[in-house]
């Protein structure tokens, strides 16, 4: 019996959190227009979240475009397949690596900051000021890092894949002396805009979306304590990993479940 | 760093971002190699198409011209209808025949088209009326097995 109660309130207790995260999300979209109307705070936040990630996603970019394009080389070779080489390093990189890496590093770089940032201002008092002096601070604070993350991502992601693709025609054509005409011209023959790239954006904005939001949700539910704080940072970093993931998978099955 | 630095960075990130995008659509994908607004759709019947996907490309002497963009069964002849757009650039022969190609042994199929020489252009809905269905490998394989086998069997009875 103690048991089923037990079991009981572990799942209000998580159906709570969940309802809790969903509220605080909605209240989040309610305060974007407030946000946009103050778009110098947005643009120092995009600053801060996308310029000063641009360093990690484009060499992280350029490693994945030079191993994968070796890799496949290798395995394309028995094949004499290695003229398609090009295109599943663009397509694997548009349609999954792009977006779904770019976000893990998001989450780590960006979401990271965001989650220390809001938690430290959460334990010095700082919003609690900003109530006191009638400023929302989920308007003046939490929806300028919203638009931030959610405008960053998709450009993050589309540099994530073409450094990744120009790294891979470095190792390609510039190492192995494979044909660029190939390289490029395959590419362009069966990589669709709107299919391939243009769904390849639309994920990687959902992930930015799910990445700021767990990270803003984390820095603001955090408890005002040092160890709260290194928690919540730690969380968001397992918690937007995670959902980055699945949402990968279930996008996926829904983009590309027809041939 | 002064506001105005700090905009300005933005900036370049932003367009930075949007280049990246650009390189992707242009460079990289299908964007500039075929346009959809000039072009002129025509349709062919096979008794067999094979692995022919919608996407494929249309081919004369090898060149793209055009995409597959719908096939489809016809339920009174059981044939297959493949319908493609072709670039307006190019005209073909009313008389031009189709066929289902492979692009080396076992890549991708696609439309291959051979021109005729009809005074007539094709034009907008036409369909073309000689093809040659895909070569299905299991048909051409059985087919020399069972050759093979006919062969020895006359051998043994003589």
Known sequence: MRAITHLGARSLEVLRGFGHAAMFTLDLLRNVPAALRRFSLVVAQIYAIGNLSLVIILASGLAVGFVLALQMYYALVPYGATESLGLIVNLSLVRELGPVVAALLFAGRAGTSLTAEIGLMKAGEQLAAMEMMAVDPRARVLAPRFIGGAVSMPLLAALFSTIGILGAWVVAVGLIGLDPGNFWGLMQDRVDVWRDVGNGIVKSFVFGVICTAVALYQGYETQATPEGVAYATTRTVVISSLCVLGMDFVLTALMFSTP | ?158
């Open chain 2, 1 to 158: 760093m002064s506001k105005k630095g700090i905009e300005t960075l933005v900036g370049l990130f932003v367009l930075l971002g949007l280049a990246g995008l650009v390189f992707l659509s242009l460079k990289a994908a299908n964007l500039a190699s075929f346009g959809r607004g000039d072009s002129y759709v025509v349709s062919a019947r096979f008794d067999n198409i094979g692995g022919l996907k919608p996407r494929a490309p249309v081919r004369s002497a090898g060149v793209a011209v055009g995409r597959v963009t719908k096939i489809a069964l016809d339920g009174a002849t059981y044939q297959g209808v493949v319908t493609m757009e072709i670039d307006r650039a190019m005209q073909f022969p009313r008389d031009t025949s189709a066929k289902i190609l492979t692009s080396g042994l076992l890549g991708d199929q696609y439309v291959g088209l051979e021109p005729g020489a009809d005074e007539k252009p094709l034009v907008a809905g036409d369909v073309i009326k000689m093809t040659q269905s895909a070569v299905v490998l299991e048909n051409l394989i059985s087919q020399f097995l069972f050759s093979k086998a006919a062969e020895q069997g006359d051998g043994a009875a003589k």
